[in-house]
């Protein structure tokens, strides 16, 4: 079985870094892979040499190559969508600009994937402004489950673990379990506080509140305002925007969703259609929480307390996304999107596209819609 993975902005820099990830089984395991990238026109010739190069790597699981101008081309009955391109934030250019932009972008990305994707598709948003890009797609892909999709925060997630990580001088890897929550833009909250810990050498598990206690300044100050501007300050110190870091979130955000799941008791930072109201957040816009991964399923973890500190950084980050949504459906003039979520069984009585997986435990679950 082959899982088609269809790719937009692939010759941009975020594409670049992301197609060996894609192509050397680091997220789909020994699954075969075939690649649809779609750009626009005038990126057809360097992506030509991207294909070349993927084709020199001699990737063992890599079966085809497709370039692509014609989202219904990439889309037809693809398994996995990453939607990276779209219209870059041009100096100068309000936020309201942006969308208006994008929102054109993703409407018809949404339509296409209506029309032609398989019906089980699992669609990650990776361009900005990604909550509500994903939004616009999944409004227009109404036959779609919700649950199918999701907007990028897994960047924020491993910058804010990397943060602390140093603070506290022990690796990245040992931190767990920071959120991200609400708008992947500036108005994000990195809370280490909430549930976050830090496995000690002996596997004892140490919450963070206690750790960073007599540092709790650092850690709603300006903790919080580097990991929100740390897009930013990468732009100023390389002169170009995160590529690498955003690919393997990316990389990262598919193989814990849809390959190996979250650890029993650990969360990731993934922005989901808000279909329940979690946290008492407003319902029917994508927003970025805590969420346990299992069976190529997301589910938001519920049950952790929130300070009044962090429940006025949600508001915060929840108006912006309101606002947003409410341009976004002025513009494809829909009104909020139905609630789709199917309940989906697991694995066991869906598609399962594993047969020789790297790692035991690697079966990319993309199940079946009903
Ligand atoms: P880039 O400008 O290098 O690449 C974007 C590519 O998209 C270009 O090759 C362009 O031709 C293509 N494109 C534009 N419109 C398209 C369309 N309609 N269909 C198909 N392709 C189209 O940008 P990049 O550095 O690769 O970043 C891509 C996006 O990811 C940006 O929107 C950026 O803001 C966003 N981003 C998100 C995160 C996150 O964590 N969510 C992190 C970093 C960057």
Not at 28 to 50: C, H, K, M, Y
Not at 56 to 69: A, G, H, K, M, Y
Not at 190 to 202: E, F, I, R, T, W
Request: with cysteine.
């Amino acid at each position: 079985m082959v899982i088609r993975v269809a790719l937009s902005g692939a010759a941009g820099n975020i594409g670049y870094a992301l197609l060996p990830l894609l192509a050397s089984g680091y997220v789909f395991g020994s699954n075969a892979v075939e690649l649809r990238l779609l750009e626009i026109p005038q990126a057809v010739g360097s992506l030509t040499g991207t294909k070349m190069e993927l084709m020199d790597c001699s990737f063992p699981c890599l079966t085809d190559v497709i370039i692509t101008t014609d989202p219904l081309v990439a889309f037809n009955n693809a398994d996995v969508i990453i939607l990276v391109g779209g219209m870059p934030r041009r100096k100068g250019m309000a936020r309201k600009d942006l969308i208006q932009a994008n929102t054109k972008i993703f409407s018809s990305m949404g339509k296409a994937i209506e029309e032609v994707a398989s019906s089980n598709v699992k669609v990650l948003v990776v361009a900005n402004p990604a909550n509500t890009n994903c939004l616009v797609a999944l409004t227009e892909a109404s036959k779609i489950p919700t649950k199918n999709f999701c907007a990028l925060t897994y960047l924020d997630h491993q910058r804010a673990k990397g943060q602390i990580a140093t603070r506290l001088g022990v690796s990245a890897n040992s931190i767990k379990n920071v959120t991200i929550w609400g708008n992947h833009s500036e108005t994000q909250y990195p809370d280490a506080l909430s549930g976050g810990y830090c496995v000690a050498k002996d596997g004892t598990k140490v919450p963070l509140s206690e750790m960073l206690a007599n540092d709790i300044d650092w850690a709603t100050t300006d903790f919080i305002y580097d990991v929100q501007n740390r897009g930013k300050a990468v732009i100023e110190a390389r002169g170009l925007s995160s590529a690498m870091s955003a690919a393997q979130a990316t990389a990262d955000c598919l193989r814990t969703w849809l390959v190996t799941g979250t650890k029993t008791g650990e969360t990731v930072s993934m922005a989901v259609y808000n279909d329940q109201g979690y946290y008492g957040v407003k319902e029917g816009i994508v927003f970025s929480f805590p969420c346990e991964c299992r069976n190529g399923e997301w589910f938001v973890k519920e049950g952790l307390q929130l300070s009044d500190f962090s429940r006025n950084k949600l508001n915060i980050t929840e108006a912006e996304l309101v606002e947003e949504m409410a341009a976004a459906h002025e513009l494809i003039g829909t009104s909020p999107v139905k609630i789709r979520t199917v309940s989906m069984s697991t694995c066991s009585s869906g598609l399962s596209l594993a047969t020789t997986a790297t790692e035991s435990d690697m079966s990319v679950c993309l199940t079946s819609r009903m």
